[in-house]
């Protein structure tokens, strides 16, 4: 039945994984390496968008983000995982794309106009800062990926790498004008139109009850932390409603009571939640604790194996040897594009290869 997708996601690196990550979307990428051929982008040029000036930071990010990765259970043998700044037709191809794409058309990108107003960047943004997302439509068509998991922020660039996709393959490889999308490659298009494959859930609110779990808001579960740290954070959570009684009706709106999302999204025994849900709700004696108890185990029984295989690669060495080995891997694949885009487009005058030492 199945049928083998080439896969392309990635991140910008910001520093160790929580929770939030492995939900949102660590979780699925460990599931579909099995079945697909997986690749995974630590985004690291990207960074430099808002953190040129940290180049430090952002070297360190990306050996955390991968350690993490690997400790959450993506498997090297199944799924590469790269650098950005390492695989050279990532690069050449932005140069390429950017000048099928109107400059208009790339800043009318909602998400981009977002995170300028968001960081407050107004008028003093650099030229790579909307360039990144012209490097996004190369991250995914080096690969000719058919398919993108992404969050719903990442649609607008999903949609611009489509568009460029069709324009390339209209221009250069004789794709008709109406051809419709899924039929790009069998009419000798070099890419396939990617879809964005949009993840159900949704983003995980953070200790604080309040926000998206994020580092840079303190309200996080990471991989690292102990169990009784994790305890001590989940003990912590405001549950909708102050100095509840266990014989008090409680709110177990998801949305309200941040400690339902978590029961909702750790535990996985749906007969026990609908009774705790039900006696909570009306206030059947159960107190916060006993459900806080509840959702703590189940957080630390999900990360006792991920602290395991975590302990093979405190060594930063062995993480980069994932990452040379990922990295290859993918230089081979783009390499194979950017020569057949470099042939299409008529840049390409030298066969060449690229290797790591
Ligand atoms: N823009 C993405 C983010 O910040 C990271 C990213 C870069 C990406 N290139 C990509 C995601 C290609 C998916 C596909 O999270």
Redesign the pocket.
Known sequence: MSTRHRI?????PTGNLHIGHWVGSVKRRVELQSEHECYF?I?NL?AYTTRADKPHDVHRDCIEVARDALAMGVDPEKAAIFLQSEVPALSELTYLFAMLLPFNRVMRNPTLKDELQVKGLADNYSFGFPLYTVG?TA??LAFRAHS?P?GED?VP?LELTREVARRFNKMYCGVADKAPDEEHEQLGGIFPIPVADVGKVGRLVGTDGQNKMSKSLGNTIHVIDTPKQVKKKIGKIYTGQDSRQPTDPGIIDPEKNPLFQYLDVFVNDEDMKSDIRDRYERGDNIGDGEVKMLVADAINELLEPMRERRKAYEDDAVVLNVLRAGTAKAVEATETTLAMAKNASGTGFFPRTVSFC
């Not at 392309?8 to 910008?12: M, Q």
């Open positions: 392309l996601t990635g991140d910008t982008l985004a990207h996004q991250d995914i993108v992404v990442q660039h």
